[in-house]
């Protein structure tokens, strides 16, 4: 089981970007996801999360311009996540790291994602 991570990139300030992670493999169930985001010599923090059932939440920092989402629990995507980011500022240039927290498992990460925002 690994995670796969997709999006990212360089935008200019004010502008938008969707990244999405899959839950690749075996999966039974469906599990909490989110992103965190990696500044060079920073400790990871907290971006987004959804629960199993949907329920989502947010750092300060990106509420009300990012949101989180993710597959239909009745879908082969249900263990896919989307993170959409909208208004984007020079501060939310980071590495991001997608998450699944996988029964049995444990957390797993995805092999992350450069966001540059920059004019």
């Known amino acids: 089981v690994h995670l796969v991570e997709s999006g990212g990139g360089l935008v200019q300030p004010g502008g938008s970007l969707t990244l999405a992670c899959e839950v690749s493999g075996s999966t039974f169930g469906i599990y909490p996801m989110g992103w965190f985001l990696q500044r060079p010599g920073k400790q990871r923090e907290l971006v987004a999360s959804i629960s199993s059932g949907g329920e989502a939440n947010y750092a300060d920092s990106v509420k009300g311009r990012f949101t989180i989402s993710r597959g239909n629990a009745q879908s082969s995507s249900k263990n896919t996540a989307y993170l959409t980011m909208n208004n984007l500022n020079t501060e939310d240039t980071a590495r991001y790291l997608c998450?699944?927290?996988?029964?049995?498992?444990?957390?797993?990460w995805g092999q992350g994602t450069q966001v540059t925002v920059s004019s």
């Open positions: 998450y699944a927290d996988i029964r049995i498992i444990g957390m797993t």
